[in-house]
């Protein structure tokens, strides 16, 4: 049975941590090239067994935006080795001083980054991801344990495999990640509150729901990706169209596409017509309110549903709307807090919008899908936050991290700042150093 091993593996895992976090970035940055290499030279086993995965995967009927994720050949396996090596190039997150300060003479407080210790990521239907958490993990110095969806068990094997024997090869310590396969590890994962420091879940609202119900283990993750934009009434029209059809298509099955479109009852006459003829040329089916089917008398009706709902298809539901105001409420009423922009010339509005948006990123003149770890230049994700905590957005190497407070004495007593005649404090900032202290 797995669970034992499960178990084991994650008690074994939190002795690691003291390695983990004191490993010398030299051997990090190593381990991760030597990652990168290992999907390269494996390329070929690595297609031959998601194509298997995909075959079992079509037999079932696994729905079409989890097929398009499960897919890992060609140029995914390079983008995957490409976003390792990319970071070998980013600074190392531990060990960074975030503030210094002289609390007396001789006394000094540093807050410094240091690992989590072991993360556990639950995911569905994307090798990639495995991949992404593994590098992720490895340069903040976390062990990870990493439970894939069944529909992609023998890429998932293959990669963990190939992931822990180039790391221990270049000397990370044997035991520092872990693949979980089988349902029964989801719940012994969710119990092992003394050995695992965050979950991450990647998957539908209703499963992410379910982790966060079901475990006193801090919950990193997003349930939603229902992002929004709204065309202003001072937007620049032949600039809208390519950045609303570049939102919803150029990778439809993301938690980034963009699925309610909002605009300004002054543009719409002058957006609507040609934005229709550019979405029906990628077989985007449209769906409006009454207003917009005024000009578009042809397309679907939008009913109340449509604004709450994640298509992760080529559908687009569209209303007009009287003012910036109404845009935000609509927003923040039906939003998921994920991923939310505005097409304007003005800027006092566009800032407005981003101001009053809640959401984890909110964009001007700008499509949905730069909502990216990659883009952002984070290396990678773990996935995108919509919680108000530590991390928020798309979640790098900085989420992988916190933060402890070292502070450096030279027999300083508590007794000395009370009483009858008390020394103050300085509470001086001193210069951050950015090292070790």
Not at 62 to 91: C, D, S
Not at 266 to 284: G, T, Y
Not at 334 to 360: L, Q, W
């Amino acid at each position: 049975m797995s669970t034992p091993s499960l178990r084991v593996a994650a008690r074994s895992m939190k002795a690691l941590t003291p390695t983990l976090a004191s490993l010398k970035t030299s051997v990090k940055d190593g381990a991760l090239a030597a990652m990168a290499q290992a999907l390269r030279q494996n390329a070929q086993s690595i297609a031959e067994a998601n194509q298997k995965d995909l075959e079992e995967a079509e037999v079932v009927g696994l729905e079409k935006p989890l097929m398009i994720r499960l897919k890992f050949q060609g140029e995914k396996i390079e983008g995957a080795a490409q976003g390792l090596e990319a970071l070998v190039r980013l600074p190392d997150p531990v060990g960074r001083t975030l503030s210094a300060r002289e609390l007396d003479q001789g006394l000094e407080l540093y807050q410094v980054t240091c690992p989590l210790g072991v993360v556990a990521m639950i995911f569905e239907s994307r090798p990639d991801a495995l991949v992404q958490m593994a590098g992720l993990a490895l340069k903040s110095g976390n062990a990870v344990i990493l439970k894939g969806g069944s529909e992609a068990k023998h890429s998932n094997r293959l990669l963990a495999d190939l992931m822990l024997a180039a790391g221990v090869k270049a000397g990370l310590p044997k035991g520092w990640l872990h693949l979980a396969e089988t349902r029964e590890d989801v719940k012994t994962l969710l119990e092992l509150t003394d050995s695992v420091d965050l979950i991450i879940p990647r998957g539908s609202n209703e499963f992410v729901q379910y982790i966060m119900k079901n475990t006193t283990i801090p919950v990193l993750g997003h349930a939603d990706g229902l992002c929004h934009i709204y065309v202003d009434g001072n937007a620049d029209v032949d600039k809208a169209i390519p950045i609303i059809v570049d939102s919803k298509t150029q990778y439809v099955a993301v938690c980034n596409a963009v699925e309610t479109l909002l605009i300004h009852r002054d543009i719409a006459p002058f957006l609507l017509p040609p934005l229709r003829m550019a979405m029906e040329a990628r077989a985007v089916v449209l769906r409006g309110d009454a207003e917009t089917r005024k000009y578009l008398p042809t397309i679907e009706e939008a009913v109340e549903e449509d604004w709450e709902t994640e298509y992760l298809d080529l559908i687009l539901s569209i209303k007009v709307v009287g003012n910036l105001d109404e845009a935000i409420g609509h927003i923040n009423t039906y939003g998921s807090k994920h991923t939310d922009a505005i097409v304007t010339e003005n800027r006092s509005t566009a800032e407005r919008f981003m101001s009053e948006v809640d959401s984890a990123n909110v964009f001007w003149n700008a499509s949905t899908r730069f909502a990216d770890g990659f883009r952002y230049g984070l290396g990678a994700e773990v996935g995108v936050s919509t919680a108000k905590i530590h991390a928020r957005g798309p979640v790098g190497l900085e989420g992988l991290v916190i933060y402890k407070y070292k502070l450096y004495g030279k027999g300083h007593l508590v007794a000395h700042y009370s009483g009858s005649d008390p020394k103050s404090f300085t509470h001086r900032e001193l210069p951050l150093t950015g090292g070790h202290h």
